[in-house]
């Protein structure tokens, strides 16, 4: 299995662009799909970005994603930061040779 | 609209089972895989099980092979996870997820539940 490495934090001012990093272990990060979740406190995980850079519907478009295979990792970036948007975030791919889902450790976003 | 919504959770004593439920509607479920994801309180997302839109093939993660079943009932529109042998390190909200890929398996999850709680303590 590869690994998912997130940061564990970020902070940043409203209003201000973050950038959120996942980088694949080993394997091409472009061999599977990237999903991106948001989960607020006590709340479930919901669906920002699936299928690497695509938005689910009422996700506003201040949330995109992109891999990079140069440096093996997937990025999920969040414009004009609002306080809503604090929350942890969390990677995950699949590792299709074991069926298995694996997930980044997850980075808490403090909108400060 | 997809809808998933979890139940069968509570406190249990180590060493004893318990099945969760997940009813799914909004969706063709027969059409679609689908997952079990866990988070102990206060830690990340775990990948716990999936199943292939037929129930034909299961998947577990390594951590819980042997204790763990994931089953469906189509007819019902219904997952399952059945989980004996209770361990304080089960202790964790259980999650289950639909899988985007019709039929086959690409790991993507769009739709979430609310999640059900699994306590395990004496």
């Known amino acids: 299995n590869f690994m998912l490495t997130q940061p564990h934090s970020v902070s940043e001012s409203p209003g201000k662009t973050v950038v959120i990093s996942c980088t694949r272990s080993s394997g091409a990060i472009a061999s599977n799909y990237v999903q991106w979740y948001q989960q607020r406190p006590g709340s479930a995980p919901t669906t920002v970005i699936y299928e690497d850079n695509q938005r689910p519907s009422g996700v506003p478009d201040r949330f995109s994603a992109s891999i990079d295979s140069f440096s093996n990792s997937a990025s999920l970036t969040i414009s004009g930061l609002k306080t809503e948007d604090e929350a942890d975030y969390y990677c995950?791919?699949?590792?299709?040779?074991?069926?298995?889902?694996?997930f980044g450790g997850g980075t808490k976003l403090t909108v400060l | 609209q997809v809808q998933l919504v979890e139940s069968g959770g509570g406190v249990v004593q180590p060493g004893r089972s318990l099945r969760l439920s997940c009813a799914a509607s909004g969706f063709s479920f027969s059409t679609y895989g689908m997952h079990w994801v866990r988070q102990v309180p206060g830690k990340g997302l775990e990948g716990v099980a999936l199943?292939?839109?037929?129930?034909?093939?299961?998947y577990y993660a390594e951590s819980v092979k042997g204790r763990f079943t994931i089953s469906r009932d189509n007819s019902k529109n219904t997952l399952y996870l059945q989980i004996n042998n209770l361990r304080a390190e089960d202790t964790a909200v259980y999650y289950c997820a639909k899988e985007e890929g019709s039929v086959s398996i690409f790991g993507v999850v769009r739709h979430w539940g609310q999640g059900t709680l699994v306590t395990v303590s004496s």
């Open positions: 199943i292939l839109h037929d129930g034909s093939n299961k």
């Open positions: 995950q791919s699949y590792d299709s040779t074991n069926a298995y889902v694996i």
